[in-house]
């Protein structure tokens, strides 16, 4: 099965405080993603990447950078983070042959 | 008008009970349509997808995609109280390779 972990499952970071947030992926894909998942609004997507050193801006990417230096880890970086940065935050990977495969998640609480 | 809408109501069923949830979408271009279940603290796995227009049956769940209706449901038969979580549909217009289209999700309470 593939298998996409995050480094972390709870976080908790000061306010501007600079946050990096790890993923990573054992089945060679392509394609990666970040979302945030708030209640009431859903998944949002912020950035994706379709190979290494490529990256795309998704629905939400202020406040955020990602970077893809290894074909298997994506990470995401809070540059400065915020109280409204507060979240769960869920990486995936996908490829034209498995579809998609969610990590379990990270849950941010910046104070 | 969003991409795709899902009434985000909770519901609540005894067990045994018929579940049924359903989203719509704006956009025609897309093909294909998932149905991921996320228990609480835990990421989306998927538990179904179909391609284009049809019905596809797995065990005690069934989806269904209406494309000229741009409506897609997901039916759960005998529910359990396993079946307790959040249910995402969601949809692209490739398979694995392209970003997806997400609904806001229904938390589901199976009661025993």
């Known amino acids: 099965d593939v298998k996409v972990t995050q480094s972390s499952r709870y976080l908790v970071k000061r306010t501007g405080e600079k946050v990096f947030l790890e993923c990573v992926q054992d089945?060679?894909?392509?394609?990666m993603f970040w979302y945030r998942q708030d209640p009431g609004l859903g998944l949002r997507l912020i950035y994706f990447?379709?190979?290494?050193?490529?990256?795309e801006k998704g629905d939400i990417p202020e406040g955020y950078s990602v970077s893809r230096e290894k074909k298997e880890r994506f990470s995401l970086i809070l540059e400065s983070a915020s109280t409204n940065q507060t979240s769960m935050y869920l990486c995936?990977?996908?490829?034209?042959?498995?579809?998609?495969?969610f990590g379990s998640g990270t849950r941010l609480t910046v104070v | 008008q969003k991409e795709v809408e899902q009434d985000p109501g909770p519901l609540s069923v005894p067990e045994g009970a018929i579940v049924s949830l359903n989203c719509t979408y704006s956009?025609?271009?897309?093909?294909?349509f998932m149905w991921y279940r996320q228990y609480s603290r835990k990421g989306p796995e998927l538990l179904m997808y179909?391609?284009?227009?049809g019905n596809k049956e797995d065990g005690r769940f069934t989806a269904q995609v209406d494309k000229s209706s741009k409506y897609i449901s997901l039916f759960i038969r005998d529910s359990q109280p396993s079946d307790s979580a959040t249910y995402l549909c969601?949809?692209?217009?490739?398979?694995?390779?392209?970003?997806?289209?997400f609904g806001k999700g229904n938390q589901v309470v199976v009661i025993p």
């Open positions: 969601a949809m692209s217009t490739t398979y694995g390779n392209n970003r997806l289209a």
């Open positions: 995936a990977s996908s490829s034209p042959l498995r579809g998609y495969t």
């Open positions: 956009n025609s271009a897309f093909q294909y």
């Open positions: 179909t391609y284009s227009s």
């Open positions: 990447s379709y190979d290494v050193k490529m990256k």
């Open positions: 089945m060679d894909h392509e394609n």
